[in-house]
């Protein structure tokens, strides 16, 4: 190792002399790379509190599907601001939308949740 | 409602008349304001893959400890860049960090990911 080598690391992490073994052998497999893009996307997308509370409604609503007219008022923001929310739900695939009446309706995607918890509960 | 009222909302979304019930029961409690923030800030710390993959590596690694000088080369990221991710880990509650000799070494936070991904189950 050189100097040059040393001014990339910090001192609590610069690389130990070669005969000291610091690879410790994992005990599963991890999460491939493009694994973690997917995961990392979805979880992104419930990373918010206002999404968390839609998502949260949403689910606790019968049938898991709830009218937009239900959404606004708890979560204190403004229609366009949910609206907003609802789409990256609907993008990420949480939810899925669908027109009765006057009113939206918004569905929670059987699994979806579970699968984005899936990364947290094998990791 | 007014004209001026029907600007605020989307054609889609617009109020019902007041005649029309449009408020659904709610099945179960949903996630409060405050548990919501909390839970969001958890999620924000590993909605990124780079984040997913390191967790994910301590997670494997024998005790659920490792050292940094095995997370580096997995991710194929700068030694600073893994660092401050490292850093994002512990301020969320993920990781701990300790030093022995010349390496630092990384500990999974018993339940943390567990309590990360309670929302996602539970709502």
Redesign the interface.
């Known amino acids: 190792m050189t100097l040059t080598d040393l001014t990339?690391?910090?001192r609590?992490?610069?690389?130990?002399p070669a005969a000291?073994a610091?690879?410790?052998?994992?005990?599963?497999?991890?999460?491939s790379?493009a694994d973690?893009?997917v995961?990392?996307r979805r979880?992104?997308a419930?990373?918010?509190?206002?999404?968390?509370?839609l998502?949260?409604?949403v689910?606790?609503?019968?049938?898991q599907?709830?009218?937009?007219?239900?959404l606004i008022e708890?979560v204190?923001l403004s229609?366009p601001t949910v609206?907003h929310h609802l789409k990256i739900l609907m993008d990420a695939g949480f939810l899925t939308r669908s027109?009765r009446?006057?009113?939206?309706y918004y569905k929670l995607v059987p699994g979806s949740?579970?699968a984005?918890?899936a990364?947290?509960?094998t990791?």
Chains 1, 2 share one sequence.
Do not use: M
Request: one cysteine or more; proline letters at 6%.
């Open positions: 990339l690391v910090t609590d992490e610069a690389a130990a000291v610091c690879c410790g052998p994992l005990t599963r497999e991890t999460i790379a973690a893009e995961f990392a979880l992104k419930l990373a918010d509190p206002a999404r968390l509370r998502v949260s409604i689910a606790a609503s019968d049938g599907e709830a009218c937009v007219c239900d708890p204190g229609q609206s027109k009446g006057t009113w939206a949740l579970d984005a918890a990364p947290l509960v990791v």
